[in-house]
């Protein structure tokens, strides 16, 4: 049992897990025919289906109920604030589960050339009463009985005195922005915190002039729209609540990792030892001082933003991109890649942290201007 | 409703849900109701409620039962029935008379209504008249008619309203008067049935049994749901206190004590075998009771238990296990756990002691605070206010002794063995354990503190003065040192204790180890240096706290002789190590490479000698180690503390407080007490290098002492939650507590007894007069007290302030020369004795420290009056007190103070009072009641002076104030001014007050 513990423990560390997750990430939502053909051979279409969610239900149900026997565990998921975050896991999975295991019926049923369920209801028309007020009603009804149970069950989790001298170790965000707190982690505070909050607004507003694909469009499919929902996902379950997950349950004392089954140690100290790109490329590769020119300084930095962000565009509308170029325009192709390469910079900055501790690509401390 | 064609859904399914989920629903609204309804505190009301009504029905039997044998009772009983006959017989016609009474009541009603009546319209007519008046208004004919009229009906009425009223009044007085008798004994029944009544009244309200019908019927639906929001019998008690607060940071809030709720018997005698919670609070006389010290009304229960005042369950209230064993029961039987979320968790009972110091820091001796007190005393010995600040004891000396010229008094090797294990010389010293403690006595760091005491004990010697000493003059005896230590007063605040005993530490305890446990000297120092120390400690140490006895060389020689006459071998056996040039080098380098870059280090260490090794090293170490903060050293003067501050270490929270690997639960309690038991626990598994360990010495505390110092330390908090409840910072209250301080410091409580403390040389005394006076043991014990120093109380009255002064500069006068035992001399600053001066008037109510002049002249025939009251024949004051050279005819234990310092010593007024009633200025005094303060007049002999007691009294006084001058001037005629009228001064304090310290 506790070789287990620590085996989960160890596969949790981000490295592995994010690592984990992205390799199997698309071959579950494959973004492409070729990874779907995969996807269908490996059957892993069968997850969206009643049997595969049962299963995934009861997978996740065992590991709680496992996890739980271990005080460690058992001390953080039970905390009051923790409790409604461990019931949202559930409902993502099975929000998740439910509209894919419709989109995956509807692409049987498209296959077969009958047309969407959605098709079918869209046909029918349902009345007021009792089909929408009754079903309100005990939705309403079940809502208020289970905001109540909670009420009695659990208590509000207040805390003493607010005290400026005491600040609890961890400081933790709400739950909701446990996402940015952990990309605190690995970006300046400016990009965390104002530019991404920004592009993630933008990227929402933008979404209906950049999809122009009507495919999908009042109906759950799957197959149609392979690409949009891949991508969606990535971000959504990998770079949201992947990270909100992690800063909740798995971000102890001091900021630090502590696996699922570790105690939480106020002592715990990982080295920091991360370096600047500069550095990195002056200092370890060439042998030489910084440059006292800032922008000689940072100009490897510069140069690879620069060339992130203008000539990557360039050559994926050349090789990969070459359809949603076609389909969408100079322009939308634009800003659909300028937004999607600022969101794939979350992984990749993850990774250079990672593999080669890199704390800024751009560091001109200064100006308080880092990247 | 049926089923729909169009419905998209099965309704009977819909119905079946709806109806389950609407079951839920009302379920879970139900449990919300449940849960809000039933709390603990409601049970335990219920359950004290049934337990208040037997103890009501107890009482009230039990006083029925001794009504009914009350004669007294039973007769007044008889005396009220007769009585009523009686009345019957004579009074009856005022019966008759009723109606006549009724129908003055009757027109005294109407006639009182007509006359208000008219009375309101006059009023109204008087408005316009006026009116009328001031506008010369053209009905101002008719407005004065109208007036006129209404005034005189008024003035009719109100005659007949006051007609009416004298009757009715004087026939009521008749028929009151007929029956007065019977009204008197009624009253005297009811004031012998009082105590009844008032349980009667009691068990009306609680009992359901005694109750009225419609008050059963609203005590069985009061406490319902719901209705339950008028007036339950179950509701939530609490204490609001105005003037104490909770701090909750940013604001300070009203403390509220809701305690009593559940606590219900807490200030009620009767429940003192009850179970918790509704036990009685112990020592009702100096907590909760109204006329107490701290009733509950004004202090509430968290002032002093701490906890969550607010709280009314067993946990939300962070109650805290006092054993393992109490918080294994509480676990069971409340589903007890700690609240974490509250800063200040209720004390375990046996630290509730520690609230005292809030209040009471000022106090020299919080009374009733055994354990606080032997905590602080415990800290001022121990000396933790030489390493950490604490306020209380700011100008409190160092602890240590001198070491500025530490080389006249010990040699190199003693200081070695000394520093390394202090207990191996003297078992119960109060230089604690620097080294082989649990952080570093693994062997390496065994061999490095070997030279770092080399190197301490080498910048000690090089760093000391040079200090002459004389040889001794003359031959000592060990027999007669022996029994000068033993008389003298040296027991006082020395101990000769060879071996250790489990005596429990008290603050007497502590007060007879004031001085070093003299054991074992030889090994320590020389003849001379103990010669020359008793001589005169302060040529050796100008600030020591050792006084001078006032020695002579003969007296010195033998207590020499007798102190020198142990070594301890197995301390001389001890084997110094020689110095290790490796490890030195390593200790040096250490401290070279904090200030300059390993390079130049090192080029350091290769140029210094291996002495200017050690002395570099030395220095460096005594700074680590603070040698300093107790010990006077060359070169540390202005040096700071090194410890954390500890004034407000009661309120520091937990998370501040390092428990490292250590798992123990992280209560402040915990660890408080793992620190003063191994200092050095928190360093337990961790990599440290040697400078960077914990270096707090080990005081070796029992767990007894570990646990009188945690509850001092709790104590020490921030106060301005209480600041209105704490003695205010008036300069009387400064002078107290900065005398108290002196008085602590210097140990005279050891010797006298000072606000009824102290006094614990009196076993020492009554073992000398055993062995060396040979008394037996019955009288020993009979004598110790009048063979000790003096009871203090009540001088501040009774000395003059120029003899006080004088006495504490010099006391070379022997007032009670029948006691070998002898008040040393001090080197006061002028400062202390003003400061002891003006303590002890302040504590005996002196408000003026000089008084008007007295005439003490006496006449001829006061003389012979005086003499004879003197005599034998009636007061024979010889018989206890001396006078000159004239020893008392009584026995020991009731010689009394030698009268012919009266006239330097006392004050005239204060022997007046003193003569005329001793016991009332000095309870428990040997002195006899001559004059009977019940019977004055007739106390005194009638043949002297015509019996006129105050004269007596008067020119005793004066015949006393005139036995130190060998012919006294006698005056043919007494001229006496009297003293002029006392006139209130504004400003009462004519010294300046020790200054204090604003906050």
């Given at each position: 049992m506790e070789q287990i513990k620590d085996f989960i423990n160890i596969i949790s560390a981000p490295q592995i897990s994010f690592t984990a997750i992205i390799l199997l990430f698309f071959f579950i939502f494959p973004p492409n025919d070729l990874f779907y053909k995969i996807h269908r051979g490996l059957r892993?279409?069968?997850?969206?289906t009643k049997g595969g969610g049962i299963t995934i239900f009861s997978f996740l149900t065992i590991f709680f109920i496992f996890g739980i026997t271990d005080q460690n565990f058992r001390m953080i998921v039970t905390k009051p604030d923790n409790v409604p975050i461990v019931a949202l896991l559930y409902l993502v999975v099975f929000f998740l589960w439910f509209s894919l295991k419709q989109a995956y019926d509807n692409d049987k049923r498209i296959d077969e050339g009958k047309g969407p369920n959605e098709a079918e209801d869209a046909k029918q028309k349902v009345l007021v009463w009792p089909d929408l007020v009754y079903i309100e009603l005990i939705a309403m009804v079940s809502v208020a009985a289970l905001l109540l149970v909670w009420a009695v069950a659990l208590g509000a989790p207040l805390e003493e005195p607010a005290n400026p001298t005491v600040s609890p170790n961890?400081?933790?965000?709400p739950w909701y922005f446990l996402g940015l707190q952990e990309m605190l982690v690995y970006f300046d505070p400016w990009i965390a915190g104002v530019l991404f909050p920004t592009v993630i607004m933008l990227g929402f507003i933008s979404i209906p002039f950049l999809d122009?694909?009507?495919?999908?469009s009042g109906y759950f499919t799957f197959k149609e729209r392979k690409m949009a929902i891949s991508i969606f996902l990535f971000f959504w379950l990998v770079l949201w609540i992947f990270l909100i997950t992690t800063g909740t349950f798995l971000r102890g004392p001091n900021w630090n990792f502590f696996g699922p089954f570790e105690y939480w140690d106020k002592h715990k100290l990982v080295a920091l030892t991360n370096v600047n790109l500069s550095e990195l490329f002056?200092?370890?590769?060439?042998n030489k001082q910084l440059p006292s020119n800032i922008l000689l300084r940072e100009m490897p930095g510069f140069l690879l933003v620069g060339a992130y962000l203008g000539l990557l565009p360039l050559i994926l509308a050349k090789t990969l991109f070459k359809k949603v170029y076609e389909r969408l325009g100079p322009i939308r192709y634009s800003v659909f890649i300028i937004f999607l390469l600022i969101a794939i910079s979350l992984p990749i900055k993850m990774y250079l942290r990672w593999g080669?501790?890199?704390?800024?690509?751009?560091?001109?401390p200064e100006f308080f201007f880092n990247i | 409703m049926g089923n729909l064609p169009e419905s998209h859904y099965k309704l009977d399914k819909l119905h079946m849900i709806f109806a389950l989920l609407a079951l839920v629903l009302l379920g879970s609204l139900g449990g919300l109701f449940m849960k809000d309804y039933s709390r603990d505190w409601k049970d335990y009301q219920k359950r004290f409620r049934v337990m208040e009504i037997e103890k009501a029905r107890v009482k009230q039997d039990a006083e029925s039962i001794t009504l009914n044998e009350d004669t007294a009772y039973q007769d007044l009983l008889k005396s009220i029935e007769e009585s009523k006959k009686t009345i019957e017989a004579n009074c009856s016609h005022f019966e008759t008379n009723n109606e006549k009474l009724t129908n003055f009541q009757t027109k005294y009603d109407i006639e009182n209504q007509k006359y208000k009546q008219t009375k309101a319209d006059l009023d109204a007519t008087r408005f316009l008249l006026e009116e009328s008046k001031s506008h010369h208004d053209s009905d101002l004919q008719i407005n004065q008619q109208t007036f006129d009229t209404l005034n005189e009906q008024t003035n009719a009425l109100a005659l007949s309203v006051e007609n009416l009223d004298t009757q009715i009044k004087n026939e009521e007085a008749q028929y009151k008067a007929c029956k007065a008798e019977l009204t008197e004994l009624e009253r005297n029944a009811r004031s012998i049935m009082g105590t009844q009544n008032v349980i009667q009244r009691k068990l009306d309200r609680i009992d359901p049994n005694e109750m009225s019908l419609a008050n059963q019927l609203a005590n069985l639906i009061r406490d319902l749901p719901i209705i339950d929001?008028?007036?339950?019998?179950n509701k939530i008690q609490q204490i609001v206190l105005k003037d104490i607060t909770d701090d909750v940071i940013f604001t300070q809030i009203p403390k509220v004590d809701r305690?009593?709720?559940?606590?219900?018997?807490?200030?009620?005698?009767?429940?003192?075998?009850?179970?918790q919670p509704f036990k009685t609070h112990p020592n009702l006389d100096l907590f909760?009771?109204?006329?107490?010290?701290?009733?509950i009304e004004e202090?509430?229960?968290?002032?002093?238990?701490?906890?969550?005042?607010?709280?009314?369950s067993f946990n939300s209230t962070a109650h805290t296990p006092q054993t393992p064993q109490q918080k294994r029961e509480w676990e069971e039987n409340y589903n007890w756990e700690r609240m974490?979320?509250?800063?200040?968790?209720?004390?375990p009972v046996k630290y509730?002691?520690?609230?005292?110091?809030?209040?009471?820091?000022?106090?020299?001796n919080i009374a009733g605070a055994e354990k606080l007190n032997t905590g602080l005393k415990i800290i001022e010995k121990a000396g933790c206010y030489n390493c950490h600040e604490i306020d209380k004891y700011t100008e409190w000396p160092k602890s240590g002794p001198d070491l500025t010229k530490i080389k006249s008094k010990i040699s190199k090797e003693f200081a070695y063995k000394w520093i390394k294990d202090p207990t191996s010389f003297?078992?119960?010293?109060?230089?604690?354990?620097?080294?082989?403690q649990s952080n570093n006595d693994d062997d390496v760091s065994k061999k490095r503190s070997e030279q770092e005491i080399l190197a301490m004990t080498h910048f000690l010697f090089a760093q000391s003065e040079d200090y002459s000493l004389e040889k001794v003059k003359k031959k000592g005896k060990f027999e007669n040192g022996e029994k000068l230590v033993a008389s003298i007063g040296c027991l006082a605040c020395h101990e000769v204790k060879p071996q250790a005993d489990e005596a429990l530490t008290s603050v007497d305890s502590l007060r007879r180890q004031h001085?070093?446990?003299?054991?074992?000297l030889a090994s320590k120092t020389s003849k001379e240096w103990i010669f020359d120390w008793i001589k005169n400690p302060t040529r050796y140490?100008?600030?020591?706290?050792?006084?001078?006895?006032?020695?002579?060389d003969q007296e010195a020689a033998d207590i020499v002789a007798y102190l020198t006459q142990e070594r301890n071998t197995e301390f001389d056996n001890q084997v110094v190590p020689g110095m290790d040039p490796i490890i030195l080098d390593d200790i040096a380098l250490n401290f070279l490479t904090r200030v300059n870059t390993k390079e130049q280090a090192n080029d350091k260490l290769v140029s210094m000698t291996s002495d200017q090794k050690l002395f570099f090293s030395g220095e460096k170490l005594i700074s680590q180690y603070g040698c300093y903060a107790c010990h006077n050293i060359k070169?540390?003067?202005d040096a700071k503390k090194i410890g954390t501050e500890l004034t407000e270490e009661g309120d520091?929270?937990?998370?501040?407080?390092d428990f490292g690997y250590?798992?123990?639960?992280?209560?402040k309690i915990a660890w408080f007490e793992e620190k003063l038991k191994?200092?050095?626990?928190?360093?337990?598994h961790k990599e440290k290098a040697p400078g960077d360990k914990?270096?707090?010495?080990?005081?070796?505390?029992s767990q007894e002492e570990v646990e009188s110092v945690t509850t001092a330390i709790l104590g020490f908090v921030n106060t301005k939650t209480v600041a209105k409840k704490?003695?205010?910072?008036t300069p009387e209250n400064l002078f107290q507590e900065k005398g108290a301080d002196l008085i602590k410091q210097l140990n005279c409580q050891s010797c006298h007894i000072i606000e009824g403390e102290g006094r614990t040389i009196a076993p020492s005394i009554e073992e000398w007069l055993v062995k060396y006076?040979?008394?037996?043991e019955a009288d020993a014990a009979k004598y110790k007290d009048n063979m000790?120093?003096?009871?203090?109380?009540?001088i501040g009255k009774k000395l003059n302030t120029e003899f006080l002064f004088n006495f504490l500069h010099s006391?070379?006068?022997?007032?009670?020369?029948?006691?070998?035992v002898r008040m040393p001399s001090y080197t006061f600053n002028v400062d202390h004795l003003n400061m002891l001066i003006q303590y002890f008037q302040t504590i005996d109510g002196e408000t003026r420290p000089y008084r008007d002049q007295v005439n003490t002249d006496l006449t001829k025939k006061e003389y012979t009056a005086a003499e004879n009251l003197f005599s034998v024949e009636n007061l024979d004051c010889q018989k206890c007190h001396v006078v000159g050279s004239k020893n008392p005819s009584g026995t020991k234990d009731t010689w009394a103070p030698d009268l012919s310092f009266a006239q330097q010593r006392l004050k005239p007024e204060w022997v007046i009072e003193w003569i005329k009633n001793p016991t009332s200025l000095m309870?428990?005094?040997?002195?006899?009641?001559?004059?009977?303060?019940?019977?004055?007049?007739?106390?005194?002999?009638?043949?002297i002076l015509d019996g006129n007691e105050n004269e007596q009294i008067r020119v005793l006084r004066n015949y006393l104030m005139s036995?130190?001058?060998?012919?006294p001037d006698l005056k043919e005629k007494k001229k006496q001014t009297p003293p002029p009228p006392v006139v209130p001064i504004a400003?009462?304090?004519?010294v300046e007050p020790p200054t204090e310290q604003q906050p």
């Open positions: 892993i279409h069968k997850l969206w961890p400081s933790k965000a122009n694909n009507r495919k999908g002056y200092m370890v590769w060439q080669f501790n890199i704390k800024y690509l751009v560091s001109i | 929001l008028s007036n339950p019998n305690c009593i709720t559940c606590h219900l018997g807490i200030t009620n005698k009767d429940y003192e075998d009850a179970p909760m009771a109204n006329d107490s010290a701290h009733p202090f509430g229960c968290t002032i002093c238990h701490q906890g969550r005042g607010r709280g009314t974490h979320h509250w800063d200040k968790p209720m004390f509730s002691q520690a609230s005292c110091f809030k209040c009471h820091s000022g106090e020299a003297r078992h119960n010293t109060w230089m604690p354990s620097y080294f082989n001085g070093p446990n003299l054991i074992g140490h100008p600030e020591t706290r050792m006084p001078n006895l006032r020695l002579s070169g540390f003067e520091k929270s937990v998370n501040k407080l250590i798992h123990k639960e992280h209560t191994d200092p050095r626990i928190f360093d337990k914990l270096i707090m010495p080990n005081f070796n505390l704490s003695k205010a910072r006076e040979k008394e037996t000790s120093p003096p009871d203090l109380h009540g006391p070379d006068q022997t007032i009670r020369p029948w006691l070998s309870p428990g005094t040997k002195m006899p009641t001559f004059f009977d303060p019940d019977d004055f007049e007739n106390s005194g002999p009638e043949t036995l130190a001058d060998k012919k400003v009462p304090i004519v």
